[in-house]
């Protein structure tokens, strides 16, 4: 199913404005307030409505069905899974700058899972330290590169032989483990 976002790019003084900061509409067409952009379902939208001094940012990702339980976005039909909403222009701003660095970055708003966007919530009510925990959040949800396994041995003390560390043996005999120290041993 496709979601409908109202925009609204010429509004008077008493109307409110809506535009679309994130989103890559699958249609555009026109509608009785003016154009209307269509969403494919699982794509992360980010709509911000502003009217005379306020300003509303509604980050949300669209549904495969209507939802009864899903929430009502003005100017966005049918209903959406709310992921962010933000009411003052310092988080708004925060979170504009949020989608620049994952467009920079080449990472894909949509293929962030939901509970990322929990976490960002978290951190832009004040209860997280914004500039420690955006990198590690980031983090997480990167693929992580394969390790390169460990070589097999018969025995962990032979493992420890062949990375050129001392056995338990060698150090309650006082082996050492290089001939420099085995001078100093000796002398």
Do not use: N, W
Not at 31 to 58: C, N
């Amino acid at each position: 199913m496709k979601t409908a976002v109202q925009l609204r790019t010429l509004a008077g003084d008493e109307r409110p404005r809506g535009e679309l900061l994130l989103g890559t509409p699958c249609d555009l067409g026109e509608g009785r307030l003016g154009p209307v952009a269509r969403f494919e379902s699982g794509e992360v939208v980010a709509y911000q409505i502003r009217s005379r001094r306020r300003r509303r940012l509604f980050v949300f990702r669209t549904l495969e069905v209507d939802d009864a339980f899903a929430v009502a976005v003005p100017g966005v039909r049918p209903r959406v899974q709310l992921l962010l909403e933000l009411r003052t222009a310092g988080r708004i701003r925060l979170v504009r700058s949020l989608f620049a660095y994952l467009t920079r970055t080449g990472r894909d708003p949509s293929a962030l899972p939901d509970a990322f966007y929990a976490r960002i919530g978290a951190m832009l009510g004040g209860r997280l330290p914004g500039h420690k925990i955006l990198p590690s959040l980031l983090l997480a949800y990167r693929p992580k590169p394969k390790r390169a396994r460990a070589r097999r041995c018969d025995s962990p003390r032979q493992a420890d032989v062949g990375k050129g560390k001392a056995t338990s043996i060698e150090v309650v005999q006082g082996a050492a483990a290089s001939p420099r120290q085995a001078r100093r041993r000796d002398a």
